[in-house]
């Protein structure tokens, strides 16, 4: 399991207010309280969250020597809910029908039967009675509207039955990191139901508020600590390329874009998460242009941008761009779409620092993490827990070092050094296409 074991991904959540002491028992208590069993019932729609001890699904030994590491703890998020196909509840719907019908189809023949025998000791049986006696067969897949209700009750309780038995749950399982030192929490995940269901367990078991840091929520915390909040809001985006021609195209509503002012419309409910995007912009020049060096507050750190390179139009009008395997950001179809307006949103990203390399991808605005490779320790661990220790410090190291690369952009970004820089590399985006020396980090 991600931090446990293999690569990991990641969403930074920073923790509001004061830490509980997790030394207290009652918080175990609490963590226990709030754990999942095995199969609880659940309806369709519904979505039943609590922890586990991180281990594997079900476990819940709640305890220091279990899931505390140094000054965090090794948790897991569990969140339970009942999917069923549509085309198994259809199915069953439509089984249920073709029930009621040959069901109405056998009773009309028996009735059918009653009566020619008793119009045969009458006198015998005329056409006309022969056609109604074959009606109900002819008019084969129609039922009454009563009929079809008792079907689809009869097929939905069926269904219910099937979940009681514990189909259809589809249980999901995230690993948590709570770094009590840095306020901070990790864990992977992205949609907003999931997010807002962590933020509701972490405030009725623990008491604690959560909030989401994407690259905008993270400049703002940047710009505390300088005693800068102010110019969070004048922060805007400005164009490194000129802009796609399709911009000259009126709108529905008869406005026109701005070529002198990028739009970027993934950032809409978060404008300054563009600020990332720009971070990956800011990377990928130094990879091109300084050698991959880029210097920080704690040391100089070395980066290669490969593997993974996904690009979208900063006016929203173009369209995305996606390239995989080696060296996407030296393809010719890549300086076309930059100069053209496009924007990184997603890099695959090497960092070399302290003696170790790291590689992931990274998205920019949402500032999120997959698929980080961790070095592998020099000596084997001497035990599990020495070895979730020392993977737990590379991940704190490498986070580290991608923070202080992103506050050295950030120091940039906000002094009256960015325009020389955003000059600097305006012209390199022109110069994109050309040949240049590849730049390679050593292993």
């Known amino acids: 399991m991600p931090f446990r074991?293999?690569?990991i991904s990641y969403r930074r959540f920073s923790v509001v207010g004061d830490a509980p002491d997790m030394l207290d028992p009652e918080?175990?208590?609490?963590?226990?309280?709030h754990a999942l069993g095995e199969l609880e019932p659940i309806k369709p729609g519904e979505l039943h969250v609590g922890w586990t001890a991180g281990r594997h699904l079900f476990d819940r030994a709640f305890d220091y020597e279990r899931i505390g590491f140094g000054s965090g703890l090794l948790l897991g998020f569990r969140a339970d809910a009942v999917r069923v196909p549509p085309e198994i509840k259809r199915a069953y719907i439509a089984m249920a029908e073709d029930a009621h019908f040959a069901q109405a189809a056998s009773e009309s023949r028996t009735s059918s039967r009653g009566k020619s025998a008793s119009k045969s000791s009458g006198g015998g049986r005329t056409a006309r009675d022969a056609g109604a006696a074959g009606s109900t067969d002819d008019a084969s897949g129609f039922l009454p509207r009563a009929a079809r209700k008792d079907a689809r009750d009869e097929a939905m309780r069926r269904i219910d039955e099937e979940i009681a038995e514990g189909r259809?749950?589809?249980?999901?399982?995230?690993?948590?990191?709570?770094?009590?030192?840095?306020?901070?929490?990790?864990?992977?995940?992205t949609s907003d139901v999931e997010v807002a269901a962590l933020r509701r367990l972490m405030l009725d078991s623990l008491g604690v508020a959560i909030e989401p840091r994407s690259a905008g929520r993270l400049a703002l915390d940047y710009l505390v600590t300088k005693g800068r909040?102010?110019?969070?809001?004048?922060?805007?985006?400005?164009?490194?390329s000129s802009a796609p021609p399709e911009i000259e195209l009126a709108r529905e509503d008869g406005s026109r874009a701005s070529a002198d002012r990028p739009e970027l419309p993934w950032t809409a409910q978060e404008p300054q998460d563009f600020l990332g995007n720009l971070f990956l912009y800011w990377l990928w020049w130094h990879a091109e242009t300084r050698e991959g060096i880029v210097e920080t507050d704690e040391g100089d750190f070395a980066i290669v941008l490969d593997k993974t390179l996904d690009l979208e139009c900063a006016w929203g009008v173009s369209g995305r761009t996606s390239l995989r395997g080696d060296a996407p950001t030296r393809r010719a179809e890549t300086a076309r779409a930059v100069q053209l307006g496009k924007w990184p949103r997603k890099i695959g990203l090497t960092v070399s620092a302290h003696d170790r390399v790291w590689e992931c991808t990274l998205q920019g605005d949402r500032f999120e993490v997959s698929g980080l490779k961790l070095p592998k320790p020099e000596d084997k661990p001497q035990s599990l827990r020495a070895g979730l220790e020392e993977r737990l410090d590379s991940f704190a190291t490498f986070d580290a070092a991608l923070l202080s690369m992103y506050h050295a952009f950030l120091a940039v970004r906000t002094s009256r050094a960015w325009d020389s820089c955003r000059a600097e590399m305006r012209n390199w985006v022109s110069e994109l296409g050309s040949t240049r020396t590849q730049i390679a980090v050593g292993v």
Request: glycine share 4%; net charge positive; no cysteine.
């Open 5 to 7: 074991s293999g690569a």
């Open 27 to 33: 918080r175990f208590e609490a963590l226990r309280a």
């Open 168 to 189: 259809y749950r589809r249980p999901k399982h995230t690993p948590i990191w709570w770094d009590f030192s840095k306020g901070a929490l990790y864990a992977p995940i």
């Open 229 to 240: 909040t102010s110019d969070y809001d004048e922060l805007r985006a400005h164009p490194l």
